[in-house]
């Protein structure tokens, strides 16, 4: 096995694996891995791709949206990835950080796809989490009257 620069020059061991599945009911499931060739990971393949993942801005809007870059699709994924875009199923991504040596999931987050822009080479797409702060929970509606810990949140 070749290490890369990251994983020899790392204090704490190997780096983590890094998967994104993106699942539409409609058109099926797509699953990548930050690698630089495809693995099996839980009896389901993973395609070797190069993403990106930017963290949303701080900000007191209830909304924590992530952006999602991948590079070098190919034309099966470009046109799933179209296909997902547009249509009336919702897009579920899910990414998954994996431990290195046992192969198992360690921690795992899902976000709904809210939008997205192609191009020949990279499909760029953002993600939300739902909006905790204008959500009803059962019957309350959180406002500074009720949390007043609310008017902190800059």
Request: hydrophobic content about 35%; glycine content about 6%.
């Amino acid at each position: 096995m070749i290490y890369s620069l990251n994983e020899i020059y790392a204090s704490g061991g190997q780096l983590p694996i890094v998967t994104l599945t993106i699942e539409n009911a409609d058109i099926g499931t797509l699953r990548f891995v930050l690698a630089y060739e495809d693995m099996k990971l839980d009896g389901e393949t993973y395609h070797a791709s190069a993403f990106t993942i930017q963290q949303p801005e701080r900000s007191d809007s209830g909304f924590s949206d992530l952006s999602f870059s991948i590079c070098g699709v190919n034309g099966e994924c470009y046109q799933y990835i179209k296909q997902a875009l547009q249509s009336s199923q919702p897009t579920l991504i899910t990414m998954t950080e994996w431990h290195p040596e046992t192969k198992q999931a360690a921690e795992e987050i899902t976000l709904t796809v809210t939008g997205g822009q192609l191009d020949r080479q990279t499909a760029n797409f953002t993600a939300s989490f739902c909006d905790m702060l204008n959500c009803e929970f059962p019957r309350l509606k959180y406002t500074a009257y009720n949390a007043p810990g609310l008017k902190y949140i800059k």
